[in-house]
Structures are given as structure tokens and as C-alpha cells.
């Protein structure tokens, strides 16, 4: 009898309010995470069906015509060898995304093991460990992404493991410190005083609240990385022609915005529409499911 | 708890005082920086040149680059000046010059009055310091090479020759210089234009360092003394330079502005704006989208005219398909470069159909590479890859920049069109680039050659076998012999003719397809009077000057 | 306290041995050299520079060579500007990239903790969307957008500011703003998260409830909880913000080190590259600590973990 109460209240104890409902419920109630969720979808959607529906290539050249502004052949102008625009920014959205999601793909599997690791050996093993970040950290962005893009600039893979070889450092102290901190939490402990095994303690307890943080950086990682892109193709290292991406149209669209303004509003829009939503998403996403995860 | 409150607001607010004040200070920082500079005086011309890249330095024999040149035409003076209409030698520091029959000794009668900027007199002494000092190994000055046409200058630089007597220069007496020369060479009295040539200040140079001592502070605005109309008041790297009036210039009263301030701005965007804004009088260079709006809506700001250059691609004749000469007369016919100079560069460039610029020195290339992608399809096939069949992935190469990548693309799809050869880009950033070419680990590669001087052999050398400048693996005997064999001519109408030769087997044997003739263009206002323009982009600033209306 | 600031003063100096390390073995890897040119340098020539500037020696010799170097404070002459030493070509941007830093950090701050603020008094609310998506464009527009299409608004249609320079405080407005647009989309989100955080806590809900004012409540007592990820974003953020913006200074041509930093890397200017990073490692780890110490002085239980 006395026993099967204390099963019966520790499932109660373990079932609680699940803390996936409760995000769920939260975000729900921020109409602005939702937009912004709904778009970045459709302009995934967009972006991947679209130049397949298109009637150009995104590397037909027209050279006689040039550059023109928007016209009912060419809905949002052509660019200066009179390739479609539209058709372009699709295409370039592709790689973006494609870009934006790989590497933080791959800071993901670095950062999350990383700190993973870390943070369940600690001691002096963590020590060694966070002080290479610290080391990393204090490498200046810039001139690590160059020399390694230099490096292995002749492919596109290796670009963005070059990216996301820069980008997992925050994820890896993220990760990390849930993971120290939730180590000393009651509930842990209590999960442990109350006899759950370690697999399910780790399972039920410690993953679902270390995942939260890590949903919510990568969702903000994602525009990061787009941004970085955007960067590199500033610097011309981005994707190699006649390939595009938005990053790249947009830095030949401010050159020649003067006479051809078409050819910077359109990528700028597509990218920064992406952008606001993406980062809107995550905002939301932290709200409902980390609201003490602060630091970026 | 209020305790820890009161401290954490007191934190705030200190923190943020300390960062005012700090802010508040940076100001007057600069202001205290800038009070070294030397002021104008009210009304003063000051030219406001945008000058491209950063200057390297001062020093006329450390520096190669057009941005350099440019500066230091303002700060020294060499033997002979150039008439910057019809690039013809006029008196500089030498009032008159002497050849001797044989072409290959010249004597130069040096003007008694020519001053460096510190009053001392310029003599014969000081041009042969100078040139001693740039062909001295130890100072290892990339443009050391430009002197080795003087006798045994060339060993003396290498360092096989160590007593500098034996090298063809000798000074007469304090106003009497005497250059003999390897073989006759009919540009150098062009040449004494260049930095290479142009004297420096021996008291000044060993005041900072030994003569061949590299990176001294002699360079600096303060230290530095030259022989030019003007003379350095400034130099803040990455920013400015501003350079004034030389009160001790010979020819003085000739000089109209009363300084010039040199902008070191790189991105071309900024330069434009910076123009439009009335912040600079001219530009170094103009974005190419923004050639065609001005030539619509500004003509009179606009300066276009033709540049003694050609951009061109480059083949590895080592690498196959290139390895067949088939294959790159094919490749070469298949390009069709009035479509690249008309719908894509649009910027006053010339379809170039041979590889030296028309007209240079009175020498015009006969042969022609026509735009043929019928023959081109023949050449192809007969190589074994009808319709392109066959042929590898074809690779082309170019530095980034926004230009080369436009023509890039339209290359690609002119090939694609005609030869149907699958092409693809590849854009690395320019040391990588370089270290490609030079390693010949590419296919096609985007060039450039810009003339030194205004003779067609400056361009052809390039592509003697194992030339530093030649990165195409392309060695001919055929070529060599004419080229060297025009090296030794001493007749004039003979040499050009040799050179004719040398220029078609070069382009028959296509390891480079040229595509066009280079323009300059650059912006300047109206009131900038004296910029005459000459295939060389040369400039005379003794006779610049700016019509300024005052408010 | 005090022992805490002396320990970590002391583990820097490994780190920075360590970057310095990486960074050296690092930029001798990427392909083509510092000498290579357009006009292929003769050979002679070239290897007698490689002779002058020590790139002949074994590649250990080099880096010890350096590294006493680094110990005596020289930091080498640079390549590509050969009558400069690093140490004098920094001396001569950084403050300009100090003063540029310093004015964005303002306007970061400004934009950042307003927007945040406000955000978080109604979340949710259009007084929550509106600010926070202003505050977002420097995130949501890369920076070389942003800042030609000030330029085109500000400079060349309304004419109220240069174009570029840096020199009156007219010249400072736009970069400051364009540099400072992106920081200050950050710190608002960190402001805002902070703030709904710290105004949820209990010792806020008594503090409302003994009917203190408002704006009391959230400027005092709200405002110190919610402020720590901001300060702890701010150490990293501002080492950032001071060692210049490669994007900003050369739209504006603004002569700060931030250009130096793209530059040296693209000119394989080995003593440049290697002075800029230090440079800005130390002020990465230098003020990671003061925000450190300062989240310490905030926060009593973080001073005793």
C-alpha cells in the first residue's frame, strides 16, 4: 500500500506540467514568434519550389538587354548580363538558407558535444577544455574566417564547415554551463534521492532542459550565419559565381544601386524579411522555453 | 539590501560617467593630434586627389605601384620630364642631353639652379648615389631591374659585381652625367620618369640608416626632403597625404597649386561619393556601373581615354586540353569580345583583337585573332573534341573583384554557347591568385599588363620562356630569337619589324587570348584644369591647376 | 576579491601565449606569400627579402625568434608598409578606432537598453513589436547596406553630414550609427529577455504590492537584475566594438585599425596580422574580466561560486 503511493506520487512528481506543453502554450500567445515562424517557412518553401516553377535559369545571360528594371517578362528586373532577378533571388535564397543551416548544423554537433562533454567530466579535464575555447575566443573573427576561407575557398562544403568551425564556441559554453548548473539542481538531486536510474535521469531530466537553450540558439544562429555570409560575400569570399546568394546579390546591389535600385531592394527585402522572422522565432522560442537562457 | 542597492546604482552611474568622460576626452584627443598639421592659409589651391590604395611609401626606390608613382611625381623630379600631351622627353633636371652614334651612351647637361627641398643643390653626385643605392642587392628594390638596361647593372644588382665603377654610369663633373647603356634602348629617356630613376637626398638617407638599409624613418613628413614641385607637409598612413608648395623648386613659378592632398581610399564607392559630394576634385578610378550614368548625365566630369594596358586570359599550355595549340586558337576564336567591351565592361575599353595596345610607340600589331566560332568549332573538332566532346571541365581563374567576374560570366557562356565546353569560375582572393599563376595551377586564367613604357617590347618580353611575368609554361625558341634579336637592332623600322614577327608567332600560338585595350577613367571636376591625358595616365602636376570660384 | 582579479590577471598571460602561437603557425598556412606580385619579383630579390625580414630561417627559429621579439615589445616591422613598425601603425589607428567604438557603444547602449526596456513593460504588445523591431534592423541588414543607405538618405539627398572622414563631429554621426545599429539590436534582446526575467520575481511582485511607483519599480529594482546579461554581453561586445569594424571604416574611410585587420590578412602582412590580434585579444580578455568582476560586484552569488 505504502508502497504503491510512493510510485504513484513519484510519477506525479516526475509527470508534472510537461515543460514542451508549457512552451508550446506560451508561444502560442506571441503572435509575433508565430509570424515569424510562418514566414521563415515560406520562405524555405519559396525558396526551394520556386526556381523550379521559374522560366529562366538562374545563369541565362540575355547581354543585349542588360540590366532592366521590373517588367511583366521579368517580375522583379534582371541583373547587369540580363539574368532574371527573380529567378536569382530565389536561387540565391537556396544557398542562404542552405548556408545559415548547415553550418550552424555543424557548430551545433561541435558546440553541443563540446560542452556536453565538458560539462559532465568537469574538473580538470573541463578546465583544460573551456580554457582552449578561451583561447579560440580570443582569436579575432575576422582573420580566422578569412584565412580559413582562403584556405579551402575552392568548395562550397568545406565554406561552411569553415563557418560553422568558427560559430560553436558560444554554443559549447551554452551547453556546458546548463549542463554544470543543472547538475546541482534539486530536482536532479532529487531524481537521484528518489532512485531514478542515471539513463532515465539523463533522458527525462537533464536533455529536455539542456535542448531548450539549444533549440533557442540555433533558431538564433541561423541569422547569424546568414549575416556572416553576407560578410564574406562583402570581403569576396563567398560562394563561387555564377552561383548566388542573397549575401552576394545584395553586395553587387548596393555597388550598382545608384541607376539599378531594383537589384539591391529585391535580395535586401528577401534577406531581411528572413532575418526579422527567423530572429523573431527564436526570440519566441526563448520566451517559452528558456526565459533564464540570456546570455548570447 | 538597500546597501547592495545604493552600491549597484552608484556602479551604474560611475560606469556610465567613466564612459562619458572618456568619450568627452576622445575628441580633444584628435583636436591636440591635429594641431601639428600646418595650416593653410586662407585662399589657398589645394588640389583634393583621390589617390586609390594606400601608398607603401615614400621612398621612390622601395615602391612600385600607380598610386606611389603618382604621389612621388609631386615630390621628385628625375632627369627628364614628359610632355604629358604627346609623351615626348622634356627638359627635367637635365636642361639638355646628348646621344652618342652608336645609341648607347647618353650625357646629360644638369640645370645649375635645381634645388633639393632643403635648398642643397641637385648634382650629378646625387643621381649616381641614387642609383648605385637602388641596384645595391642588399636593398632588394623590386623595381631594381628597370635600371638593368645600363651597363652591367644588371650583375651589379645580382651581386656577381661588387665595385660599382664598372657599371655604365659616371659622373663627368657636379652638373655632367654620362649613362652607357647594355644595347641601344630607344625608351630611356622615357623611363627617367619613373620612380626607379629618380634621385634621392644622400645626407638625408644616411642620416636614417646605411644607403641600402631598408625601412627607415627618412620617409617621414618632417624628415623627408625630395626635388620635386612640392614637398611633404603630412602623411598620416591610411588617410592622407598632403604635400606643398617646394619654395626651393627650380621652376617655381610655373607650379599653380598650392598644394595637393592625397586620399588614400580604396573602395571606389566611397571615392565616388566622396566626389559628388564635393568632398575630392578628382577620382584615381570610377565604379564601372557608374561610367555609363555619367557619360549620360555628367560628360563633362567624366574622363575616359585609352590606357596603355591589356586585359587578357592567360592558358596553361602545360595542362591539357591547352596543351594543344588547337585548342587555344579554338578557345581564342570563340570569344567574342566586341559583345564583352559593348555590353558588359561599357566602359570606353577597346576590343583588342593582338595583345600589344594599337599605336604604341608607332608600332600597330598586323595580326589579328578574329572572332570565328565556326573556324573555332573546326579547330575543336579536328583536335578530337567535336562540339566539345570530351573536353575536361575548363576552369577559369580570376581575382576578386567585380569587374573580372562579370567578364568571367560572360566568357563562360560564350564558351558554353560556342565550343559547348563546360566552364566553370573560380574567384580566390589575390595572393592566392598570384600563388596559382605562379605555380601554373590553373587552367585559364584572368590578366592584366599595364605598359611601363611606351614600347611595344615592354609587353611581348612578358612571355619570353621562363620569364617571371610569362606564368603560362609557354616557351617558343621561335619567339625568343625574335624578341632578343630585336633587343640588339639598332634601327628603328627594323626592331618594330622583328617585333611584328615575334607578335604573330605569339598569337598563333595563343597561351593567352587578349579581350580588350584598358581605358582610364576617373572622375574630375571642371575647374581641374591640366590633366592631359596619355596612354602612360601620366601627370605633369606642375601644370595642374584648379579654377576655384570663392563664395 | 582582489585575489580573484590577480588569478585571472595571471591566466591570461597563457592564453595569450596560446593565441599568439595559433595565430602565427596559422597565417603561414594559407596559400601565397607576402611577396608575391603582379610583376613577378626577380628571384635574387625576393630571397634577399625573405633574407631581411627572417622568413628564410626554420619555421621554429622564426617563431622563436618572434616570440622574443614579442617579450622585448617588438612587434616586428610590417610588409606592406616597410618605414612603419607595427607597433607605430597601431599606435596610429586604434585610437581612432577607440573613439569610433566608443561612440557606437553609446548609441548600442542607448537604442538597446531603450528599446529592451520599453519591451519588456508590455510584452507582447505593440509597445513590445514596434521598439524591438527597430532595434532589430542592424541585425536583420547587413551593415554594408545599412550604412550606404544612411549615406544616401542622410548625406546625399538631406546633405546633413559628410560623406566620409574623420574628422569634425559631423563625420562621426552615421558610422557611429551604422556600427552601433548592430550592437544595439543585441543588447535590446538581452535587456528585454533580462528584464521579463527579473520583473516575473517575486521580490518585484512586493515591491509593486507596498505600492511603490512604477517607474521606481523597474528603474531600480528591475532594472539592476535585469541588466546582468546585458553586462556579461557587453565584456566581449565592446573589445569588439574598439578594435574597429572593418565594414564601417572603409564605407566611411574611417583610417581605424578595423581595415588593418582585413587588410593584413589579404596582403599575408605576417607582423600586421600578428599585432592585430594581439591587440584585439587582449582586449577580448582584458574586458571579459571586467565584466566578469563587474557581474561579481552585481551579483553576490556569483562572487561566491
Known amino acids: 500500500m505504502l508502497r504503491r503511493r510512493k510510485k504513484d506520487a513519484l510519477a506525479d512528481a516526475e509527470a508534472g506540467t510537461s515543460l514542451w506543453k508549457d512552451a508550446y502554450w506560451r508561444l502560442r500567445k506571441n503572435r509575433l514568434a508565430l509570424f515569424g515562424a510562418c514566414v521563415s517557412c515560406i520562405v524555405a518553401i519559396v525558396a526551394i519550389a520556386g526556381p523550379w516553377c521559374s522560366p529562366y535559369a538562374y545563369d541565362e545571360q540575355d547581354r543585349e538587354l542588360g540590366a532592366v528594371g521590373p517588367c511583366a517578362a521579368h517580375w522583379l528586373g534582371t541583373d547587369l548580363l540580363g539574368r532574371d532577378l527573380l529567378t536569382r533571388t530565389l536561387y540565391g535564397g537556396r544557398v542562404s538558407l542552405l548556408v545559415g543551416i548547415a553550418a550552424t548544423a555543424v557548430s551545433l554537433v561541435i558546440g553541443v558535444l563540446y560542452g556536453a562533454i565538458a560539462g559532465f567530466l568537469g574538473g580538470r579535464t573541463d578546465a583544460v577544455m573551456m580554457r582552449v575555447v578561451d583561447v579560440l575566443y580570443a582569436l579575432p573573427f575576422t582573420i580566422t574566417v578569412i584565412i580559413l576561407m582562403v584556405y579551402f575557398g575552392r568548395n562550397f562544403v568545406l565554406l561552411f564547415l569553415a563557418i560553422g568551425a568558427v560559430e560553436w564556441l558560444t554554443m559549447a559554453r551554452i551547453v556546458r554551463g546548463q549542463i554544470l548548473s543543472l547538475k546541482e539542481k534539486e530536482f536532479i538531486e532529487a531524481a537521484v534521492v528518489m532512485g531514478l536510474r542515471r539513463r532515465r535521469i539523463l533522458l527525462r531530466h537533464l536533455i529536455p532542459n539542456v535542448l531548450g537553450p539549444i533549440i533557442v540558439y540555433t533558431t538564433l544562429t541561423i541569422p547569424n550565419v546568414m549575416i556572416l555570409e553576407a560578410f564574406l560575400s562583402f570581403l569576396g569570399l563567398g560562394v563561387q559565381p555564377p552561383m548566388s546568394s542573397w549575401g552576394l546579390l545584395i553586395k553587387e546591389g548596393v555597388e550598382t544601386m545608384e541607376p539599378f535600385w531594383w537589384m539591391l531592394v529585391f535580395p535586401s527585402v528577401a534577406l531581411s524579411v528572413t532575418l526579422f522572422s527567423l530572429n523573431f522565432f527564436g526570440d519566441g522560442l526563448r520566451d517559452a522555453l528558456d526565459p533564464r537562457m540570456s546570455k548570447d | ?551 | 576579491m582582489w585575489r580573484f582579479i590577480a588569478r585571472r590577471l595571471v591566466e591570461l598571460a597563457p592564453t595569450l601565449l596560446a593565441v599568439a602561437t595559433i595565430t602565427f603557425f596559422l597565417v603561414r598556412l594559407a596559400p601565397g606569400g607576402p611577396f608575391d606580385a603582379e610583376r613577378q619579383v626577380q628571384p635574387e630579390v625576393l630571397e634577399r627579402l625573405k633574407d631581411h625580414y627572417n622568413l628564410n630561417a626554420p619555421i621554429y627559429r622564426q617563431y622563436l625568434d618572434y616570440m622574443f621579439g614579442l617579450f622585448r615589445g617588438d612587434l616586428g616591422i610590417s610588409f606592406s608598409k616597410p618605414s612603419y613598425t607595427v607597433t607605430e601603425l597601431i599606435l596610429l589607428r586604434l585610437p581612432v578606432s577607440l573613439e569610433l567604438g566608443a561612440y557606437a557603444l553609446l548609441v548600442a547602449l542607448g537604442i538597446g537598453l531603450g528599446a529592451g526596456l520599453l519591451a519588456s513593460l508590455k510584452p507582447n504588445s505593440l509597445l513590445d513589436h514596434a521598439p524591438m523591431s527597430l532595434a532589430m534592423i542592424g541585425i536583420c541588414l547587413p551593415s554594408f547596406v545599412l550604412g550606404p543607405l544612411l549615406l544616401l538618405m542622410f548625406s546625399e539627398k538631406l546633405a546633413w553630414f559628410p560623406v566620409m572622414g574623420w574628422e569634425t563631429p559631423a563625420d562621426k554621426v552615421l558610422p557611429s550609427l551604422t556600427l552601433g545599429a548592430v550592437y544595439a539590436a543585441y543588447i535590446a534582446r538581452l535587456t528585454r529577455g533580462g528584464m521579463l526575467e527579473v520583473l516575473s520575481q517575486d521580490y518585484i511582485r512586493t515591491a509593486r504590492a507596498k505600492g511603490l511607483r512604477e517607474s521606481r519599480v523597474v528603474l531600480e529594482h528591475g532594472l539592476r537584475g535585469g541588466m546582468q546579461p546585458v553586462v556579461a554581453f557587453l565584456g566581449p561586445a565592446t573589445a569588439r566594438l574598439l578594435t574597429g569594424s572593418f565594414v564601417v571604416e572603409t564605407i566611411f574611410w574611417i583610417p581605424g585599425l578595423g581595415r588593418d585587420f582585413v587588410g593584413a590578412a589579404f596582403n599575408r602582412d605576417y607582423p600586421l596580422i600578428m599585432g592585430t590580434v594581439l591587440v584585439y585579444a587582449v582586449f577580448v580578455l582584458v574586458l571579459n574580466l571586467a565584466a566578469d568582476i563587474a557581474q561579481a560586484w552585481l551579483d553576490p552569488r556569483v562572487r561566491r561560486a
Not at chain 2, 120 to 137: G, K
Not at chain 2, 319 to 340: H, Q, S
Not at chain 2, 515 to 538: A, C, M, Q, T
Open chain 2, 1 to 551: 539590501m538597500s546597501i547592495g542597492e545604493g552600491r549597484m546604482a552608484s556602479t551604474i552611474t560611475s560606469t556610465i560617467t567613466s564612459t562619458i568622460i572618456l568619450v568627452s576626452c576622445l575628441p580633444l584627443v584628435s583636436v591636440v593630434a591635429g594641431c601639428g598639421r600646418a595650416a593653410d592659409m586662407p585662399g589657398a589651391v589645394i588640389l583634393h586627389a583621390g589617390n586609390g590604395a594606400e601608398v607603401q611609401d615614400l621612398d621612390p626606390h622601395m615602391v612600385s605601384g600607380v598610386t606611389e608613382h603618382r604621389t612621388l611625381c609631386a615630390l621628385f623630379e628625375g632627369l627628364v620630364n614628359l610632355d604629358p600631351r604627346t609623351l615626348e622627353p622634356e627638359p627635367g633636371v637635365a636642361a639638355s642631353w646628348d646621344l652618342s652614334p652608336d645609341a648607347r651612351v647618353y650625357t646629360f647637361h644638369l640645370r645649375r639652379d635645381a634645388r633639393w627641398s632643403n635648398g642643397d643643390a641637385v648634382t650629378a653626385e646625387d643621381f649616381h648615389y641614387a642609383w648605385r643605392r637602388i641596384l645595391s642587392p642588399n636593398l632588394a628594390a623590386d623595381y631594381a631591374y628597370f635600371l638593368h638596361c645600363i651597363e652591367n647593372a644588371k650583375a651589379y644588382n645580382e651581386g656577381t659585381v661588387t665595385d660599382f665603377d664598372v657599371v655604365g654610369v659616371k659622373v663627368v663633373d657636379a652638373y655632367t652625367l654620362e649613362a652607357r647603356l647594355e644595347h641601344p634602348t630607344p625608351y630611356f629617356l622615357g623611363m627617367q620618369v619613373h620612380q626607379a630613376y629618380m634621385p634621392v637626398h644622400r645626407a638625408t638617407i644616411e642620416r636614417f640608416g646605411a644607403m641600402d638599409e631598408r625601412s627607415t624613418r627618412w620617409t617621414r613628413a618632417g624628415n623627408h626632403v625630395g626635388n620635386g614641385p612640392f614637398l611633404l607637409a603630412e602623411w598620416t598612413p591610411n588617410a592622407v597625404i598632403r604635400v606643398r608648395r617646394n619654395p626651393h623648386y627650380w621652376n617655381r613659378d610655373a607650379v599653380r597649386l598650392d598644394g595637393i592632398n592625397f586620399y588614400a581610399i580604396d573602395n571606389l564607392w566611397t571615392q565616388e561619393r566622396a566626389f559628388r559630394s564635393g568632398q575630392l576634385d578628382m577620382t584615381d578610378d570610377v565604379p564601372l556601373h557608374k561610367v555609363r550614368l555619367y557619360r549620360e548625365r555628367d560628360p563633362d566630369r567624366i574622363v575616359l581615354h585609352p590606357y596603355l594596358g591589356t586585359y587578357y586570359y592567360r592558358l596553361n599550355v602545360t595542362r591539357p586540353p591547352f596543351t594543344d595549340r588547337r585548342v587555344r586558337r579554338a578557345f581564342a576564336m570563340a570569344l567574342d569580345r566586341e559583345a564583352i567591351t559593348h555590353n558588359v565592361t561599357r566602359g570606353g575599353e577597346e576590343p583588342a583583337p593582338f595583345y600589344t595596345p594599337p599605336d604604341t610607340n608607332g608600332y600597330t600589331c598586323r595580326h589579328r585573332i578574329p572572332f570565328d566560332p565556326a573556324s573555332a568549332r573546326v579547330l575543336l573538332a579536328e583536335a578530337g573534341f567535336p562540339d566539345g566532346r570530351g573536353l575536361p571541365p575548363i576552369e577559369i581563374l580570376y581575382n576578386t573583384s567585380e569587374a573580372h567576374k562579370l567578364i568571367a560570366e560572360a566568357v563562360q557562356q560564350m564558351w558554353k554557347q560556342h565550343l559547348g565546353a563546360d566552364v566553370r569560375l573560380l574567384n580566390q582572393d589575390w595572393k592566392v591568385y598570384l600563388d596559382s599563376t605562379n605555380t601554373l595551377n590553373y587552367m585559364v586564367a584572368r590578366s592584366g599588363w599595364i605598359g611601363d613604357v611606351v614600347d611595344p617590347v615592354n609587353f611581348l618580353e612578358c612571355f619570353l620562356g621562363g620569364g617571371g611575368n610569362n606564368r603560362t609554361g609557354y616557351a617558343s625558341p621561335e619567339f625568343d630569337a625574335l624578341v632578343h634579336a630585336a633587343y640588339a637592332e639598332a634601327d628603328v623600322g627594323q626592331r618594330l619589324e622583328l617585333l611584328q614577327e615575334a607578335e604573330a608567332v605569339l598569337l598563333e600560338d595563343a597561351p593567352l587570348i587578349p579581350i580588350y585595350f584598358y581605358s582610364r577613367k576617373y572622375l574630375k571636376r571642371p575647374e581641374v584644369l591640366g590633366l592631359d591625358p596619355n596612354p602612360l595616365g601620366y601627370i605633369r602636376w606642375t601644370r595642374v591647376t584648379l579654377r576655384r570660384e570663392r563664395v
